[in-house]
């Protein structure tokens, strides 16, 4: 095949400006309707590109997790609620899901909550759950985990820290390793201050 001419190759992209020309029009007349739905309707139209609540979740095989009331529930909540974004569940069925998917202790104790109060909804049913599975009561969270202190191994430390690290609220990056550091005892303290963590 023989290569095109000058006068060929200034006739193509006269037709693919063309083209686009009429695509760039195509385009802005689906805008502007776009928007005018938006501002008709009051409610605001997804914008090309954006998630659709009818599409399906993008990993279909994902493991709801499971929970014995043996362990602090504070994982199992933090694990429901990313399956619930993945998954893109309903706030009606997250309850339903949540307590479809407890063990031993927790189910019969979810049994007694229906039976008390009727399906509690989802803030609800977490405050519950941490209320009868989660660590003791605190009335001073923060001060329990500066209180903390390495008394075997820094594993063990680390542990205990991080336990009582999410009932805490909200620490800067700084705060926590300055926690931790303090927590860890002379000299090794000392000798991790030295290093500027």
């Avoid at 909540?77 to 202790?105: D, P, T």
Wanted: one cysteine or more; a negative charge.
């Amino acid at each position: 095949m023989a290569e095109p001419t000058m006068a060929e190759l200034a006739a193509m992209i006269k037709q693919l400006s063309t083209n686009l020309d009429s695509l760039q029009s195509k385009v802005d007349v689906l805008q502007q309707e776009r928007s005018t739905e938006t501002s008709e309707s009051g409610t605001r139209v997804p914008a090309m590109g954006e998630h659709h609540n009818d599409r399906p979740p993008r990993f279909q095989k994902m493991d709801f997790p499971k929970f014995d009331g043996k362990s602090d529930p504070l994982a199992f909540i933090n694990r429901c609620e990313s399956f619930f974004h993945q998954q893109r569940i309903a706030k009606e069925e997250k309850v339903w899901m949540a307590s479809y998917n407890l063990e031993g202790a927790a189910q019969l104790w979810y049994m007694q909550v229906q039976r008390d109060e009727g399906t509690p909804p989802w803030r609800r049913f977490t405050e519950l759950l941490n209320l009868r599975f989660g660590p003791p009561l605190r009335s001073n969270p923060l001060g329990e985990l500066m209180a903390c202190k390495r008394t075997t191994s820094v594993v063990d430390f680390q542990e205990r820290f991080e336990a009582l690290l999410p009932q805490a609220g909200y620490l800067s990056e700084v705060q926590k390793v300055q926690i931790f550091t303090a927590g860890l005892q002379p000299p090794l303290s000392l000798d991790v201050e030295i290093h500027n963590p």
